[in-house]
């Protein structure tokens, strides 16, 4: 079965400008959580969504927003780029986002700002 | 305050021997997860092993044992006769529950290197 996947691999983008990921979960999965990792760091929470609601929202600005599709892929988006938004962003997809699930991450968008 | 806390910022370690990587966490939740991800530098991040709070044995994968002390709340993994495909970055993480949904909250990690 295919894992988590993820697009592009790589982005390079200017100040100002605005950048859409996305993400495939794994079949079966129902949810799927968005992490920013910044170099030198572990990752960091931005979003969970579960049918295509968003259940949370970690510390990150109104820049950064996201929806889930009635396929359970995602789009995560960023507006108004910031030099310090250079940095690994991680999906990670689970069956339900709940207390007992694991979340199964793909291989990440490597975004540079300049 | 930090939640999870990975005191070696590297790790050395020649092949087929074992080596332990430190974690320790804080949490108030009486229910709560532990995992081990590893990340090589392709990015990836590689669900290891995971304990649950409850669990009365420590869990083992294959290689990867996870010693759990709960007392301590330390929750180390354990990687026996290493390979040299183990050379990547470890990072140990607490699922929490918010408002009905479970993050994960990752420490800085340990960089792991397996020498031959």
């Known amino acids: 079965d295919a894992g988590v996947t993820q697009s592009p691999t790589h982005l390079i983008k200017t100040r100002g400008q605005h950048v859409t990921l996305r993400c495939s979960p794994i079949s079966g999965h129902k949810s799927v959580s968005w992490y920013q990792q910044v170099l030198g760091q572990g990752p960091q929470f931005i979003f969970q969504y579960y049918e295509k609601e968003e259940r949370g929202r970690g510390n990150f600005p109104d820049r950064f927003s996201a929806r889930q599709f009635p396929n359970y892929s995602s789009e995560l988006n960023v507006n108004a780029l910031l030099l310090g938004d250079s940095a690994l962003y991680l999906c990670?997809?689970?069956?339900?986002?709940?207390?007992?699930?694991?979340?199964?991450f793909g291989p990440g968008t490597r975004l540079t700002v300049l | 305050a930090q939640k999870i806390t990975q005191t070696q910022p590297g790790m050395f370690v020649q092949e087929k021997e074992a080596v332990t990587l430190d974690c320790t966490y804080d949490?108030?939740?009486?229910?709560?997860?532990l995992f081990w991800y590893k990340q090589p530098s392709s990015g990836e991040m590689i669900f290891l092993i995971y304990?649950?709070?409850?669990?009365?044995q420590n869990a083992t994968e294959g290689r990867y044992s996870l010693n759990f002390q709960k007392a301590r709340k330390s929750a180390n993994l354990v990687i026996s006769a290493s390979q040299l495909g183990d050379s990547a970055m470890y990072f140990c993480?607490?699922?929490?529950?918010?408002?009905?949904?479970?993050?994960?909250?990752f420490g800085k990690g340990t960089m792991l290197l397996v020498s031959p």
């Open positions: 949490t108030s939740d009486p229910s709560y997860g």
């Open positions: 990670a997809s689970s069956l339900e986002g709940a207390r007992t699930d694991t979340q199964y």
């Open positions: 304990q649950g709070s409850y669990d009365q």
């Open positions: 993480a607490m699922r929490e529950m918010n408002s009905g949904y479970s993050t994960l909250t």
